[in-house]
């Protein structure tokens, strides 16, 4: 009895201490809470002037000579011009550089505007120019763009605002690759690695603040030489959530999203009025991709067979609710080598069902549980993109083809089909504006890890044509090799087109001037307004 | 004693760290995905690939890189980002203090709700109130937080504007994602409080108590409850790791700057060194609170040998 | 009262394990079965719980989601529960190093991040509802053996157990006779509400796309991929919301009788 009431002594000694103890804790850590929110507290910024745009994934440097991102690059193409830029349906078009002209086959001279100023208020000479393609050249930042400069024979600053090119082969597609961003030789190297996020350039807006994965602020440039934006500030704001975007652009604390809101959910979200719609035609292209190696998909007949069990129609009414158009080939309509000639491949599953006969995948049990064959179906964890396969995989069930769908984590998704190691997979080209994009995709020579033929895919007269179109210089000719190249491709069908993605943006009523190019650039969101 | 003991637990805490940079260092270079691959694109010349992986060490064999990672580890170098040169150290410290607030908060967020919560419906066991505060605690376990964000967002942000939908601008706007990330412990924690403190409102000593003519007040929050607390404080310090992986859902959601974040993107870019780093920092906090947890644990009984 | 709630409880999960077992019997339809033009349609007579986006009924995928939920659920609690109270038991009641080493093992799993263990299988495989229960059940054990670890740590030097030591009783009869049923409200109280934490996790790991495989009907998965439609079809992901937390209730019910009538020093 005795040692109980010592034990309820001591242990009414303690508990009270003990309780104490848990509230003046809790109490501490309400403190640490408040006082460290209120010191990391920031103003919030809300002026007039001020377009909030949000964006799913924040870009990653904004160095032009490094962005492979579509966020970098796209949010580095409003901090860097170019010697050349590209207008609303992808034409290049004049920006640091007023004019150019060919000197040969082999030759190019550019002249520079004047007194054109970088952000930091030094001038942009032409040494700018040949520092920024010549850091890329010779390697000093691996630069992922090395590769389109490996032509270039000479680069040289003839004059302070005249730089001279010289190729060591005709190359038709060059002049695309001159719309990047050019940096300050003064500040990259004084800035080094971390250049790319305080970068330096002589587009329409600089950067005032950057944090990865969080804001990314730019403020519209006093001294730019063209027309200046319409708005003070641009702020990209990064969510991740889809519906926290939604959410946050009907609350009003983003004026703008664009192709960052499913399809499925617009409609809910516009209807109260207070959010508009815009779309057009984009030129992103979803395919599916087969490997050519594999026993079965090396058969043309079961490719064209997959292609017409597709129903690309249902698909587009239903999951993009219309905000989509079926493709034919990598080029979009808008592609000025775009073969409009080209036809489509129909929804068609008796015609699926007899190729699939003639090519000796008869199935076993007619309309029974077994199939003709089995693949798998690889795609990336996205969830509108595994939605999308799911309904791609009952099609082609419904034909006879037993499909797996097996979503991968991005990289290693990525790994698997540079290294063909997929039967089936889906994917988009994005950034298309050279028909060039043949000879990477489709040349023989372009296996990963060379290139982009990611589908194994081998035709000589393909090989052959590619190879022409790159150093034929007149583009009516060219359009000719390319719409050959297409109708080549378009049948031995190494990947079915599947769609184009039109561009959709989303914005709060007050917003003046909005509108979408089909390379969904951000340049458009210079002209974007308050009323 | 106790001095001693908390000592030894940390000693104790050097191998644990080790055999979790480890398994962390093989576990990411096993998994398949090239980081040159991420970072250069596909368009890279296959000789920049080779040069860059060489930069990179990343072409050495993975024992090397092994050595080298615990070398680095040993020095208190954590290396520097592959994605973009930057020391992984600067990288976290700009991050660790948001993930620490969210957690601590949220833990401040479940604490103080589920012990009041579970103690008031032991109390009053089978009433009314305690029906609803477990009913409560049932509905908060069976939300997950992905789900939840959202959800308080519409209500208290979109309909009710009462709260920011995200960001670090005000003190207001670590309470929705504290409460998001909080909700399931406090859930959790409060039904735990609950069972325990039923416990030992039966037990003997408690009973004693009574029979002596203590008030029931001075019975339940004297007695019953330092010893009610003991489960729940291994649970609170095993929910830690919970919590911070939870953190990583609730930080996606806010755009909360954290390491849950700079966690998740590095894995998908293979930014080798950032992950091995914010696994460190995130084992560490819980190997950390743990040590404390059961020091606390020892504290409050003093019958367990220390 | 007591008796109520927890025959209420086993009422429950005898309800929700029979709608496993005979779900296609159970089910109006086919939980695959595409129907577009009824996207989104909202609870009606002759679908109860709505259709999804695409048209798929919503109570057949809650139906067979039983199945693989509970399924889940039951094989990750049932492997933790056992291995990790076994283990716990043995570390706390041994003492000693064997506990230093069962410290420095658990230490270790459980201070390793689990979604990280989950990229890297996922990385690996393919979604499989094997690799579900491997990735989960692998942190799950520990729970269990810290927390018989901790109670069997306070209690082997109480009276009881010293008077069982006295009396002769060897080890592992003075565990499983004495000490492990004195812990069973505790771990039983953590299995409940451990059932819905893995229902819980596996939800967590189709939000990172690392989950069950692609249309295979479980509970998590359908609220995740509900909450993608959570601005306009809030039922998406609310019936399943429901389905988990009738599975926690009972499991919680059952908990508490089962407390009740296993742990003697409840009385």
């Known amino acids: 009895m005795r040692e109980t009431q010592a034990t309820l002594t001591g242990s009414c000694a303690f508990s009270v201490g003990g309780v104490h103890t848990i509230w003046l804790i809790s109490a501490i850590l309400a403190l640490v809470c408040i006082l460290s929110v209120s010191t990391s507290c920031r103003q919030a910024v809300a002026a007039k002037g001020d377009i909030n745009i949000a964006v799913a994934a924040g870009p990653i440097t904004l160095d032009p000579r490094l962005a492979t991102d579509a966020e970098s690059d796209k949010i580095s193409s409003l901090i860097c011009d170019g010697l050349l830029g590209r207008d609303d349906d992808g034409g290049l078009t004049p920006m640091l550089a007023d004019r150019f002209e060919r000197i040969s086959d082999t030759s190019y001279r550019f002249f520079l505007r004047d007194g054109l100023l970088f952000h930091d208020g030094t001038p942009l000479t032409a040494e700018d120019v040949v520092y920024t393609f010549s850091s890329i050249m010779d390697g000093s930042i691996s630069s992922p763009f090395r590769s389109s400069f490996t032509r270039v024979a000479a680069i040289e600053a003839e004059s302070p605002t005249v730089v001279r090119l010289d190729l060591k082969e005709p190359f038709a597609p060059f002049l695309s690759y001159l719309t990047r961003g050019i940096v300050s030789k003064k500040a990259a190297l004084a800035a080094g690695a971390s250049f790319g996020t305080h970068p330096v350039c002589a587009g329409p807006y600089k950067l005032v603040r950057f944090s990865p994965d969080n804001v990314v602020e730019l403020e519209a440039n006093a001294a730019y030489y063209g027309e200046k934006p319409r708005n003070a500030r641009l702020l990209f704001d990064v969510i991740k959530d889809d519906n926290v975007r939604a959410l946050k652009l009907i609350k009003g604390d983003v004026d703008l999203v664009q192709n960052g809101i499913p399809a499925l959910i617009i409609d809910g979200i516009t209807k109260s009025g207070e959010i508009r719609m815009k779309n057009g035609d984009g030129s992103v292209m979803s395919y599916m991709g087969m490997n050519l190696t594999d026993p079965i998909l090396s058969n043309k007949k079961v490719r064209q067979a997959i292609a017409y069990a597709i129903d690309r129609d249902e698909i587009i009414s239903h999951r993009f609710k219309g905000m989509a158009s079926k493709a034919n080939s990598i080029l979009s309509p808008a592609n000025w080598a775009y073969d409009g000639e080209l036809p489509q491949y129909p929804f068609d599953p008796a015609k699926a069902m007899q190729l699939m006969d003639e090519a000796g995948f008869k199935d076993p049990d007619g309309p029974g549980p077994l199939p003709r064959f089995r693949l798998t179906y690889k795609t990336s964890t996205v969830k509108e993109r595994v939605e999308i396969a799911r309904m791609i995989a009952h099609q082609l069930e419904k034909v006879g083809i037993s499909v797996r769908v097996a979503p991968y984590e991005w990289a290693t998704f990525y790994r698997d089909v540079r290294k063909g190691n997929f039967q089936i997979y889906t994917l988009s080209w994005v950034g298309v504006s050279d028909p060039d994009i043949f000879h990477e995709v489709c040349g023989s020579s372009q296996f990963p890890p060379n290139g982009l033929n990611r589908d194994r895919y081998k035709n000589a007269e393909v090989d052959a044509l590619v190879e022409q179109g790159r150093t034929t210089m007149d583009e009516g000719e060219r359009k000719k090799i390319y719409s050959r190249v297409q109708q080549i491709v378009f049948d031995d069908l190494p990947y079915v087109p599947l769609w184009y993605e039109k561009n959709v943006v989303l914005y709060r009523k007050g917003l003046e001037g909005v509108r979408v190019r089909p390379d969904a650039s951000y340049r458009v969101f210079m002209d974007v307004g308050k009323k | 004693m106790l001095r001693r003991y908390v000592i030894r637990r940390i000693i104790g805490l050097l191998p644990v760290m080790l055999a979790v940079a480890s398994i962390v260092f093989f576990l990411i270079h096993a998994i398949p995905g090239d980081p040159v691959d991420l970072i250069l694109g596909e368009r890279a010349l296959v000789a920049d690939r080779a040069q860059l992986s060489q930069r990179l060490h990343l072409d050495e064999p993975v024992a090397v890189q092994y050595g080298r990672f615990m070398a680095g580890l040993v020095r208190g170098d954590l290396g520097s980002s592959i994605t973009d040169a930057r020391p992984v150290a600067s990288l976290i410290a700009e991050r660790y203090g948001a993930t620490l607030l969210l957690a601590v908060c949220a833990m401040f967020v479940a604490v103080g709700i589920a012990i009041p919560a579970g103690v008031f419906a032991a109390a009053r066991r089978g009433s009314f109130w305690d029906q609803a505060a477990m009913l409560a605690a049932l509905t908060g376990i069976s939300v997950p937080n992905f789900w939840l964000g959202p959800v308080l967002i519409l209500i208290f942000s979109v309909h009710l504007g009462w709260l920011p939908i995200e960001g670090r601008d005000s003190i207001s706007s670590i309470i929705l994602p504290a409460i998001t990330l909080g909700a399931a412990l406090a859930a959790m924690l409060s039904r735990m409080t609950r069972s325990s403190m039923i416990d030992e409102i039966s037990k003997d000593y408690v009973v004693t108590a009574r029979a002596k003519g203590v008030s029931e007040r001075g019975v339940i929050y004297r007695h019953a409850l330092r010893n009610a607390l003991n489960p729940v404080i291994t649970i609170v310090g095993l929910q830690v790791g919970t919590l911070l992986a939870g953190a990583i859902i609730t930080e996606k959601i806010f755009n909360w700057p954290g390491v849950g974040m700079l966690l998740l993107d590095s894995i998908s870019r293979r930014d080798y060194p950032v992950v091995q780093g914010c696994i460190l920092v995130i084992s560490f906090a819980y190997v950390i609170v743990n040590a404390l947890t059961d020091c606390l644990y020892r504290v409050a009984d003093p019958r367990v040998k220390l | ?267």
């Open chain 3, 1 to 267: 009262m007591k008796a109520f709630t927890s025959k209420l409880g086993f009422a429950i999960i005898v309800a929700m394990v029979l709608a496993a077992l005979f779900a296609p019997y159970l089910a109006p339809y086919d939980p695959s079965e595409y129907h577009l033009d009824l996207s989104f349609a909202g609870p009606t007579f002759a679908h109860w719980f709505g259709n999804d986006a695409d048209g798929r009924d919503v109570l057949s995928r809650i139906i067979f989601g039983a199945r693989v939920s509970l399924g889940i659920g039951i094989a990750v609690v049932g492997i933790s529960l056992v291995a990790g109270s076994a283990v716990g038991l043995i570390a706390g009641y041994a003492g000693g190093i064997v506990d230093r080493i069962f410290l420095f093992v658990s230490d270790v799993f459980l201070a390793f991040p689990s979604f990280l263990f989950a990229i890297a299988v996922a990385a690996f495989l393919e979604p499989s509802i094997a690799n579900v229960v491997l990735i989960l059940s692998l942190k799950g054990w520990v729970t269990y053996a810290r927390l018989t670890r901790g109670e069997a740590l306070s209690m082997r030097e109480r009276d009881f157990v010293a008077a069982a030591r006295a009396s002769g009783a060897g080890a592992p009869r003075i565990v499983l006779k004495h000490l492990f049923p004195n812990m069973i409200g505790p771990v039983l109280v953590n299995a409940s509400f451990g059932m819905a934490g893995v229902i819980m996790i596996e939800s967590a790991l189709s939000f990172l796309g690392l989950g069950v495989p692609v249309d295979t009907p479980s509970w998590g998965a359908m609220i995740d991929q509900g909450t993608q439609y959570l601005l306009i079809a809030p039922y998406l992901s609310i019936f399943p919301g429901i389905a988990i937390m009738l599975v926690v209730l009972g499991f919680n019910f059952l908990g508490d009788g089962l407390r009740d009538k296993l742990a003697p020093r409840g009385r």
